[in-house]
């Protein structure tokens, strides 16, 4: 009995040992299955970190790429900002000059069409004692009719009020005195004759009539103040036109 006890005892014994190695075991390849899941984990991760890493370091490349051009591009933006505030001041400065330069040639335009619009009415000034000069060649050939008389000193006084208004009051003198003209046309036909006596030709030169004279003062002070004035005209013209 002790002999099965025994045995039974060691069967037990060998069984419970041969149940804690097979235990063992099993736990052993269960722990090896998973540390070989843990490190193929471990790997991934590694990988994945990787390749993080290398995304970061490209993107921290970009970012360098990237501010090295924030930095160019921000001074060639000043630069730029410089250069267009020097062309702003070079415009404004040629612009005013050239406001200026449009002021001066506004102004001697101006002045110029003063000028020019002075001599126009100088020239057409001066132009209109033509027909008075023209007139005046006839002055001697007047004839004893008063009617063409008188026509002919109230036409040259109408051209003169156009010409110079100031001298019409010489022309009123001359047809006052008009009648002078026609004593020294009646004193023409009271010649002697040529064979009068030299006393009778003598008396008959002294009865010139007085008359006579004024008229011929009258006209002679008449034309040297038309004279007068259009030297004075001419002159003006002249100086205008320098």
């Not at 200026?100 to 101006?110: G, M, P």
Request: glycine fraction near 4%; avoid cysteine.
């Amino acid at each position: 009995m002790l002999v099965v006890a025994v045995v039974v005892v060691a069967v037990a014994i060998s069984s419970f040992v041969a149940g804690m190695s097979y235990g063992t075991y099993t736990t052993a390849l269960e722990s090896e299955r998973l540390l070989a899941g843990e490190r193929e984990r471990v790997r991934q991760l590694e990988a994945e970190l990787a390749s993080k890493q290398s995304e970061l370091d490209s993107a921290l490349n970009k970012v360098d790429r990237l501010e090295t051009l924030l930095s160019e591009t921000k001074r060639l933006l000043s630069e730029s900002e410089e250069r267009v505030a020097i062309l702003q001041t070079t415009l404004l400065n040629e612009l005013e000059s050239l406001r200026r330069s449009n002021s001066d040639v506004s102004r001697r335009l101006n002045g110029l069409e003063a000028r020019m619009q002075r001599v126009e009415t100088q020239v057409k000034k001066v132009s209109q004692a033509i027909p008075i000069l023209n007139q005046l060649r006839g002055v001697e050939a007047l004839g004893p009719d008063r009617n063409a008389t008188m026509n002919y000193w109230l036409d040259i006084k109408g051209l003169v009020a156009s010409f110079e208004p100031a001298l019409t009051p010489s022309v009123d003198r001359v047809i006052n005195n008009v009648d002078g003209l026609f004593d020294y046309y009646d004193w023409i036909e009271r010649y002697p004759g040529e064979n009068a006596s030299a006393e009778a030709i003598v008396q008959w030169l002294l009865s010139l009539p007085p008359s006579y004279q004024q008229y011929v003062n009258a006209v002679n002070q008449f034309i040297d103040e038309l004279l007068t004035s259009l030297a004075s005209k001419l002159s003006a013209l002249r100086d205008s036109l320098s």
